[in-house]
């Protein structure tokens, strides 16, 4: 697997996986019938932050990242990032191969730590790969999210020093 700078060609590869994950309204809080281009802009960061594929040796994109500062001013010491894998790959190591990836990143772009502010508490498979990682739960917003299978759960904010 091959971890690389997206670029806009490799949208019509994304958007698929991105769509359906989204629209399932389970793990983002993206409206669910984000369009599109609201999508590519959303997902797509332009420098100093970053967008990147995870790839197969034929070049298909397994799952993408992007990584950006969480908050500005004094507060843009502190990185944070997102992650989408596509289902079809799921369980093969890209999701942790993209998070080692976007930890990578922030330390040597000199970020002092990682935070995500609304991990949804459902979504059991990413909070236990950030918590092997190294990450801890800071703290939960009750009913933060609205899934729409278990109704009102919890958004953690998580962290990790780097």
């Known amino acids: 697997m091959l971890i690389r700078e997206a670029v806009t060609e490799d949208w019509p590869a994304v958007w698929p996986f991105f769509h359906k994950i989204v629209a399932a309204g389970e793990a983002f809080t993206y409206p669910v019938g984000l369009t599109e281009e609201q999508g590519r802009d959303w997902w797509l960061l332009p420098a100093p932050n970053r967008t990147v594929v995870a790839v197969d040796d034929n070049g298909t994109v397994l799952g993408t990242a992007k990584m950006n500062n969480n908050h500005m001013g004094n507060a843009s010491h502190i990185a944070s990032a997102s992650y989408m894998v ?11 191969a993209l998070c080692a990836y976007t930890l990578e990143w922030a330390r040597a772009a000199g970020f002092r ?8 508490e459902t979504n059991t498979h990413a909070v236990k790969l950030y918590r092997s990682l190294g990450f801890e739960v800071l703290g939960t917003v009750p009913e933060g999210f609205r899934h729409p299978a278990e109704g009102y759960v919890g958004l953690h904010v998580m962290h990790r020093a780097l």
């Not at 730590?113 to 949804?120: D, L």
């Open 86 to 96: 596509d289902p079809a790959h799921s369980g093969q190591g890209v999701g942790r």
């Open 113 to 120: 730590a990682m935070q995500f502010n609304a991990v949804v």
